[in-house]
């Protein structure tokens, strides 16, 4: 029978955790910058393009699971989010996959602006997932209107069709991946490869 993740405090000092069966515990802005261990913030790309603090790396909660295989789980995890709930969400998942040491921000990215934590200010593009339905309706809307000259122009509809289907079955959209390499999305921070719901 396989041992409970066994949580223990990690060398911060000052820090509170989350132990294995207790409410979750939150460190303070001021005790991240004691931190030690990864940063992880869990909102979505678009989100994080936009704000953000320094040493924060992005990583989807849709994702997390799957990044965090390649991690040490001895090293400690600090996670957060824009207020918390979602940081809360992925203590917990980290938790079960067996992470030794993992904390959330109290009060997220909202928490750091008003503790006077430098925030990197970006504009960001439009989400991957709405360029994608702006440029699928784009092409259609060609499609049929070239239609009423040759009729072989549906064979396009049928294309994207076929590929917004695909997009959504699998998670994979090559039009995301695409325009995910467009001159004004490459500024983005690097993350896992888009899908078509990469906005999210």
Same mark, same amino acid.
């Given at each position: 029978m396989c041992a409970a993740p066994r949580w223990v &405090? #990690? #060398?911060? +000092? +000052?820090?509170?955790?989350?132990?294995?069966?207790? &409410?979750?515990?939150?460190? %303070? @802005? %001021?005790?991240?910058?004691?931190? %030690? +261990?990864? @940063?992880? !913030?869990?909102?979505?790309? !678009?989100?994080?393009? +936009?704000?953000r603090i320094e040493r924060a790396e992005c990583v989807p909660l849709d994702r997390l699971l799957k990044a965090a295989s390649a991690w040490d789980p001895s090293e400690p995890v600090l996670v957060m989010c824009k207020s918390g709930v979602r940081s809360e969400q992925a203590a917990r998942q980290l938790a079960e996959a067996g992470f030794a040491e993992v904390a959330m921000l109290e009060g997220g990215l909202e928490a750091c602006k008003r503790g006077g934590v430098n925030v990197i200010r970006q504009r960001a593009p439009m989400p991957i997932f709405r360029q994608v339905m702006v440029a699928a309706g784009l092409i259609l809307l060609t499609s049929l209107l070239l239609a009423q000259i040759d009729a072989r122009w549906l064979w396009l509809t049928g294309f994207v069709g076929f590929g917004l289907t695909v997009g959504g079955w699998t998670g994979f959209c090559p039009m995301a991946k695409l325009l995910a390499w467009m001159p004004w999305n490459r500024a983005r921070p690097a993350v896992t490869e888009p899908t078509c719901c990469s906005g999210n």
């Open positions: &405090t #990690a #060398a911060m +000092g +000052g820090g509170r955790y989350m132990k294995q069966g207790e &409410t979750m515990r939150k460190v %303070s @802005v %001021s005790e991240m910058e004691r931190w %030690s +261990g990864k @940063v992880i !913030d869990v909102r979505n790309l !678009d989100e994080f393009v +936009g704000e």
